[in-house]
């Protein structure tokens, strides 16, 4: 075999490949044997139509949308949220003292048990979808923002300042380029968990978006719709992971 087929073959993108038809060949055999009724385990023929389907009606279009509205909408707020305070626990071991009661305990809760309480808060409307994406979100945003300033190396800080530099300055400088490439991960990191959060945000009184269409799904229960939504979720979450990885690499390499 040539070097060349031996690339091919040894490539991440065949190794991959390979995973994904296995997954789905042993799928196709233990629906046809009937191991488990169609309404649990529908076949990969009945998913992969009711996928097409929703493509070629626009209704995913139309639905994936809506939920990147709300997650980019979520997301904007935890990013703005979540560098402010990071960077300042990031700079202050005393404020990161005052705060670290609050923000850790908070990202091991289990957001579903606060759903009842941001309905309450928000009411059923927009508003409460977007806030619970936040608080899913910027709580995981803030360590890591904090930790990208903390490991600012010291030498470069005290270079600055024996240069004359301002705080303000030694922020700009130094601080946010040693950082933003470790907040761009931490980006990449939120956009996962906020994909993962949206069924549950769009749970509730929602009218259109992903989960929107899974929960009606699940509720007429048409299996094959709802692993078709699912893996139509994977794979717009893969693919905005791709992008943010590919402007990290490209643009903030360093």
């Known amino acids: 075999m040539s070097p060349l087929k031996n690339r091919f073959f040894d490539s991440k993108i065949v190794l991959n490949l390979t995973t994904i038809v296995t997954v789905v060949v042993i799928w196709y055999f233990v629906a046809q044997a009937n191991f488990f009724p169609a309404i649990f385990l529908p076949t990969p023929k009945a998913t992969f139509g009711s996928l097409w389907a929703l493509i070629v009606s626009?209704?995913?279009?139309?639905?994936?949308?809506?939920?990147?509205?709300?997650?980019?909408g979520a997301t904007i707020l935890a990013v703005i949220i979540g560098a402010v305070v990071g960077v300042l626990m990031g700079m202050s071991k005393k404020i990161e003292a005052l705060l670290m009661p609050i923000t850790q305990p908070i990202r091991y809760l289990p957001i579903t048990a606060l759903l009842p309480l941001f309905i309450l808060w928000f009411g059923i409307g927009e508003a409460m979808k977007v806030m619970f994406l936040f608080v899913g979100i910027v709580f995981y945003f803030i360590p890591l923002v904090a930790n990208a300033i903390r490991t600012t190396?010291?030498?470069?800080?005290?270079?600055a300042r024996g240069?004359?530099?301002?705080?303000?300055?030694?922020?700009?400088?130094?601080?946010?380029?040693h950082a933003l490439p470790q907040i761009l991960d931490g980006l990449i990191v939120i956009n996962g968990i906020g994909w993962t959060y949206v069924i549950l945000a769009e749970i509730v009184n929602a009218r259109n978006g992903l989960g929107y269409l899974i929960n009606i799904a699940g509720r007429l229960q048409r299996s094959d719709e709802v692993f078709a939504g699912l893996i139509l979720i994977a794979l717009v979450a893969v693919a905005s992971d791709k992008m943010l990885r590919f402007i990290k690499d490209k643009y903030f390499f360093w």
Do not use: C, D
């Not at 626009?58 to 980019?72: D, T, V, Y």
């Not at 190396?153 to 270079?159: A, G, N, Q, S, W």
């Not at 240069?163 to 380029?177: D, H, R, S």
């Open 153 to 159: 190396p010291l030498e470069y800080i005290e270079v």
């Open 163 to 177: 240069l004359g530099a301002t705080e303000n300055q030694i922020m700009k400088k130094v601080y946010w380029p």
């Open 58 to 72: 626009g209704k995913f279009f139309h639905a994936l949308l809506i939920s990147s509205l709300r997650i980019i």
